[in-house]
């Protein structure tokens, strides 16, 4: 492989250490404020292109041009899947959920995925309904089908009559609910009745804060 300049390796390093640290490559707006933060101050993503441009075609980094496409080479292939991203889902007011609707693919590191990668499908939290439980606006959130009944407490991604939310799902008196867990007071239970189409996709098994990656 041929040489890199001290900038061209600064971006490479970067990449690496958020690569190493979250599971997943960077965006180039995440990618951008690493740098920043390493005194390599990026004015657009068009300079940052030519950056990537240089070190793929030095063979260090492969751009599949989408969300999270930057993949180290010197990483193999095995060591990394592609999990569906499926939409938005509100963590407040209910937002559309395309059900199947692959909007695209994110690359995530193996380490967090147990079983079938098949089961596995990542959605963006829409709101401030779950801020207790560290899911806030923004943040990405790998879920996982369930083969059953969801249990008491579980984190779920529920679409009710077409609408999705992120909820806390449990059995008051045998009665089905999903409870927002919010600092804001306007959020109210989700009463799950038996004429409502519904569908409890996954349940939630890691959240990827967005918010506090900028900190």
């Not at 300049?5 to 951008?32: C, D, M």
């Not at 579980?154 to 609408?163: K, Q």
């Not at 008196?173 to 189409?197: F, K, R, Y």
């Amino acid at each position: 492989m041929k040489e890199l300049t001290q900038k061209q390796l600064k971006v490479l390093s970067a990449i690496k250490e958020f690569i190493n640290k979250k599971g997943f490559s960077p965006t180039f707006e995440e990618l951008r404020k690493s740098l920043a933060k390493k005194g390599m101050e990026l004015k657009s993503n068009n300079s940052l292109v030519q950056y990537i441009s240089v070190l793929e075609g030095k063979g260090f980094v492969q751009n599949f041009k989408k969300v999270r496409g930057l993949r180290l080479l010197s990483e193999t292939v095995k060591n990394f899947v592609a999990i569906p991203l499926l939409g938005n889902a509100n963590c407040g007011e209910a937002l559309s959920l395309a059900d199947n609707y692959i909007e695209d693919r994110i690359n995530i590191s193996k380490k967090h995925i147990k079983g079938n990668q098949n089961d596995y499908f990542f959605i963006k939290a829409v709101g401030d309904s779950m801020n207790k439980s560290k899911i806030n606006s923004g943040d990405l959130i790998l879920a996982k089908k369930l083969p059953g009944k969801p249990q008491h407490d579980n984190i779920v991604v529920a679409v009710i009559n077409g609408l999705g939310t992120i909820k806390k799902f449990q059995e008051i008196d045998g009665v089905p609910v999903l409870l927002p867990d919010s600092t804001n007071a306007n959020h109210q239970p989700i009463i799950l009745h038996t004429e409502d189409q519904i569908n409890i996709c996954g349940k939630v098994e890691r959240v990827f804060n967005f918010s506090a990656m900028e900190k």
